[in-house]
């Protein structure tokens, strides 16, 4: 498993090891013994699989407050998208900051989003599947979006803003300075 840092604190490129031969490749997609050796205990409770079916689909960006704020180990099972972490820790160096990065079934990257930051992809290809282990419980009490244009954030998607398909919640999301529960303090771990 090779580990990777990004300009975010916390956020993390995972890449396991690929044993290759005649049939295809393995790989342990996670090993919660061999994360723990390397300092990173999650105690992940949820798996999520989606499909999106057209390239071009953007979700995000999300995340849950307190007390169901989830960190997020995200792979690509099929096709590829750009997949992005905010920081939206109140009081934090680089609120506000993004960092993205592509995630195909080819490259078998992981990201790792950690509580305190919002999470949204892109998808790359048509058929796109997202697998992402969740630390905590979906809560849609605790549910928010950031509108995933958001100037402040300024994200870029690579993609153009005519070719890109949004659930009604996420057209409608409010900015991060519109939010009316931002991820405070008392929040963070
Ligand atoms: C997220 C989630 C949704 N649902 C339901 C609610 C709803 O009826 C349906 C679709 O929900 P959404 O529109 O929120 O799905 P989606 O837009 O794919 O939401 C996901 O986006 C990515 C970016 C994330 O980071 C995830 O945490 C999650 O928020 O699935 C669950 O049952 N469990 C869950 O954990």
Known sequence: MQIETTPLTGVLILTPAR????????????????????????DFVQDNHSISTEKGTVRGLHFQTSPHAQAKLVRCGRGALFDVAVDIRAGSPTYGQWFGIELSAENGRQLLVPVGFAHGFVTLTENTEIIYKCSDYYAPDCDRAIAHDDP?????????????????????????AELSTPFTREEQP
């Open 152 to 176: 402040d954030i300024g994200i870029n998607w690579g993609v153009s803003r005519a070719k890109r398909i949004l659930s009604e919640k996420d057209a409608a999301a409010p900015t991060l």
């Open 19 to 42: 044993f290759g031969d005649a049939r295809g490749f393995f790989s342990e997609s996670w090993n919660r013994a061999r994360m723990a050796e390397a300092g990173i205990e999650i």
